[in-house]
Every structure is written in structure tokens, then in C-alpha cells.
């Protein structure tokens, strides 16, 4: 199985901080990444797909790129709506793993 | 508009039987895979497995083969997820999703209780 390892797991950050959350795969799948928002009580919802590209309707803002096995999100400009949890995911070959996740909290 | 609904929270015994549903509209139903992802209290998602309603194809991640029975009926459009014997650790939130490669659209999500 692929594994995905997202770090940090909680992130501090205040309004207008630029935010990097970085997702590592245990071998090389590609550009075959997707980054997604959840908040509290409500479904994830994607932002971007194929590692760089921007789900339509999503702020610029955000931001994503990387190959292989490293990958980031970047949040270029915080917002009070983006603190949330935020998940990779990988689907290379009809497999399908989230990394662990990583909090992003009000400092 | 494309959307997934799903069925409503379910209160369960160890050992009851369940299905729950996730029913689709907006799209033709039979041109997307629907995958199953399960998320515990307070934790992260976890994949649980996919099905093509097109054909019945039906894939499961490692981790919950044999645990749990996916299937669709494309007459309804509708996927199932479902459990012979629930354990209290089947209790979680479970999401179905539209993929796209990546899961493009989400139901709103089906909690599962099980308590003696």
C-alpha cells in the first residue's frame, strides 16, 4: 500500500499568514494528488486535483504543486474561512489513501 | 446540479445487520465509480472501497475487504454500503463520493452508532 504522510499535523497561523502543508507518499505516484478542505460536522470538499490544479470556484489563494512523492498546499494569504482540516489523498491505480491530516488553528 | 444523498443516522446493537445508501442525481449515474470512505470520532478518513455502477465492479481497500459489502443499483441510482454484523468499532461517519480519479462530490455523510 501507498502510505501518506502529512505534516505538520496542527498548524498555528494567524489571518494573512502564508500556510505550507506538505504531503510525502511512500513511492512515486505521479501528479495523481488531491488536496481537501473539512470542517467541523460537514463533508470534505476538494480544492485541487492532480497535485496543481485548481478545483473551479476555489479562492486563488490556494495553491498546489510537486511530483513524485513531495508535495505541497499553500495557502498564500490565511482567511478566517480556511481554518479547517486539511487532507491529501492519493489515487494511483485504483488504490486510494488520505494522509493523516493537518489541523490549521487560529494563533 | 449534481448531487449524492444519504441515507439518514442509524442507532444499531452489536451484531444488527445495516445498509446504508447514497442516492445520485444530476449526472448519469452509470459514467462515475462512487467510492466509500469511513471516518472514526474525531480522527481521518480512510478509504473503504469503490464500485462502478456500469457494471457492478466493486473494489475494496485492503483494510475493510470482508468486513463490509458494497453494491449499487443503477434502476435507482443508488450505491450501498452495508454490514452483516456491526462491531461497536463500525461506528463513524461514513461519506459516499463521486470520483473523478480524486472524489469530486460528497454526500453529506451517514452516522453509524453501535451500542449495546
Known amino acids: 500500500d501507498i502510505q501518506m504522510t502529512q505534516s505538520p499535523s496542527t498548524l498555528s497561523a494567524s489571518v494573512g499568514d502564508r500556510v505550507t502543508i506538505t504531503c510525502r507518499a511512500s513511492?512515486?505516484?505521479?501528479?495523481?494528488l488531491a488536496w481537501y478542505q473539512q470542517k467541523p460536522g460537514k463533508a470534505p470538499k476538494v480544492l485541487i486535483y492532480r497535485a496543481s490544479i485548481l478545483i473551479t470556484g476555489v479562492p486563488s489563494r490556494f495553491s498546489g504543486s510537486g511530483s513524485g512523492t513531495e508535495f505541497t498546499l499553500t495557502i498564500s494569504s490565511l482567511q478566517p474561512d480556511d481554518f479547517a482540516t486539511y487532507y491529501c489523498?492519493?489515487?494511483?491505480?485504483?488504490?486510494?489513501?488520505f494522509g493523516q491530516g493537518t489541523k490549521v488553528e487560529i494563533k | 446540479e449534481v448531487q449524492l444523498v444519504q441515507s439518514g443516522a442509524e442507532v444499531k446493537k452489536p451484531g444488527e445487520s445495516l445498509k446504508i445508501s447514497c442516492q445520485a442525481s444530476?449526472?448519469?449515474?452509470?459514467?462515475?465509480?462512487i467510492g466509500w470512505v469511513r471516518q472514526m470520532p474525531g480522527q481521518g478518513l480512510e478509504w473503504v472501497g469503490i464500485?462502478?455502477?456500469?457494471?457492478?465492479?466493486?473494489r475494496y481497500s485492503p483494510s475493510f475487504e470482508g468486513q463490509v459489502t458494497i453494491s449499487a443499483d443503477k434502476s435507482v441510482s443508488t450505491a450501498y454500503l452495508q454490514w452483516n454484523s456491526l462491531k461497536a468499532s463500525d461506528s463513524a461517519t461514513y461519506y459516499c463520493?463521486?470520483?473523478?480519479?480524486?472524489?469530486?462530490?460528497w454526500g453529506k455523510g451517514t452516522t453509524v452508532i453501535v451500542s449495546s
Open positions: 489523498q492519493q489515487y494511483d491505480n485504483f488504490l486510494w489513501t
Open positions: 444530476g449526472y448519469k449515474f452509470t459514467g462515475y465509480w
Open positions: 513511492q512515486s505516484i505521479s501528479d495523481w
Open positions: 464500485v462502478f455502477p456500469l457494471d457492478y465492479d466493486v
Open positions: 463520493a463521486r470520483l473523478e480519479g480524486y472524489m469530486g462530490v
